[in-house]
């Protein structure tokens, strides 16, 4: 099978958007209070009820066709991993194997499943965000997740956070509104890989595109002395 057909981002920016600070101000004083859907409160009930509430949580936010969820389950065996996404085409496709024992997957959208774990005082061990719609065009500042009013809820989830993308700006932007937010402040890094988490990563690895990777340390931080 065939992946390398994928073409490079185009778009009129050509650094982090000018207006992500004020975008980002506005969230910071307005907390984001739209209700919960009753499908994604019935799909996060179900998928919770499956936690044995004492392994560690690990998130993979929209998870796509799930080949990360089982991957990082197996990867991180002794966490509980959850893979969430809005699509149910994308959630009930067919594996490359079982799900592990330690994974359940959830249809939700996953703006509404990040508010109800804050909402019950749950922390986030491990947080995938895997090739997100980049939604490149300057008049989309406010699709990107780091645009999104739900994004200090996001981050306040803790954990390490991962991001990956193949567009540079897009990891930039994240970067420089989690440093705005949490004051946490991570390199952004060209990434390769031998073994793609998601067929979005293998089709732009193998269509030559540079992969971005931002890793960032949002837990509590012990003060010394």
Not at 52 to 71: E, H, K, N, Q, Y
Not at 147 to 171: C, K, S
Request: charged share 20%; net charge neutral.
């Amino acid at each position: 099978m065939m992946y390398g057909n994928s073409r490079d981002i185009r778009s009129a920016q050509d650094g982090v958007h000018p207006s992500l600070e004020r975008l980002l101000a506005r969230h910071l004083s307005s907390p984001f209070t739209r209700p919960v859907s009753p499908a994604t409160q019935e799909a996060y009930t179900t998928a919770m009820a499956a936690w044995d509430g004492r392994r560690p949580l690990l998130l993979d936010a929209g998870c796509g066709v799930g080949w990360s969820t089982l991957a990082l389950a197996r990867e991180y065996a002794g966490h509980f991993v959850i893979g969430v996404d809005q699509s149910s085409d994308r959630i009930e496709r067919g594996k490359p194997g079982e799900v592990p024992a330690n994974a359940v997957f959830a249809r939700a959208d996953l703006v509404d499943f990040w508010r109800l774990l804050l909402a019950d005082g749950l922390r986030l061990d491990r947080h995938f965000l895997l090739y997100p719609n980049p939604w490149p065009k300057i008049g989309h500042l406010s699709r990107r997740w780091h645009g999104h009013a739900v994004f200090p809820d996001t981050l306040a989830l803790g954990g390490t956070l991962e991001l990956r993308t193949n567009w540079q700006i897009y990891a930039d932007e994240f970067a420089w509104a989690v440093a705005r937010v949490s004051g946490r402040v991570a390199p952004v890094m060209a990434y390769e890989t031998d073994a793609p988490l998601t067929p979005f990563e293998r089709k732009y690895r193998d269509s030559g595109q540079t992969l971005w990777r931002y890793v960032v340390d949002l837990n509590p931080q012990v003060q010394e002395g």
